[in-house]
């Protein structure tokens, strides 16, 4: 069992950056793609962005492509999202996600085996 705990969230003006965090524990994180979803609401938990367990291989929703950036830290068993150029269609509680399997691609929910807790992030004009 993973657990995941994000954090960084906030509010922030349009152009602006934020980085989040999510730190596991209970698991072997490096065995993990990890990924970080999105929720605006009103709207689906979509896929933004996907890290392979070496964190040699990354695949990003066009949307945050060239704005958005994830890594990991395996000795940390951490993942990072940094934020950059944040637009107000950024607005979204912001899910981290573990995935057994790294697929070049979007993800599907049912793809996902544990879930943080989210955090919010809101982008105003």
């Known amino acids: 069992q993973v657990q995941l705990v994000e954090s960084g969230g906030g509010l922030v003006q349009a152009g602006g950056s934020l980085r989040l965090s999510c730190a596991a524990s209970g698991g072997t994180f490096s065995s993990y793609a990890m990924g970080w979803f999105r929720q605006a609401p009103g709207k689906e938990r979509e896929f933004v962005v996907v890290i392979s367990w070496s964190g040699g291989r990354t695949y990003y929703v066009d949307s945050v492509k060239g704005r958005f950036t994830i890594s990991r830290d395996n000795a940390k068993n951490t993942v990072y999202l940094q934020m950059n150029s944040l637009k107000p269609e950024d607005t979204a509680v912001y899910y981290c996600?573990?995935?057994?399997?790294?697929?070049?691609?979007?993800?599907?929910?049912?793809?996902?085996?544990?879930w943080g807790q989210g955090t919010q992030v809101t982008v105003s004009s």
């Open positions: 996600a573990a995935a057994p399997t790294y697929y070049r691609r979007n993800y599907k929910l049912n793809e996902i085996d544990y």
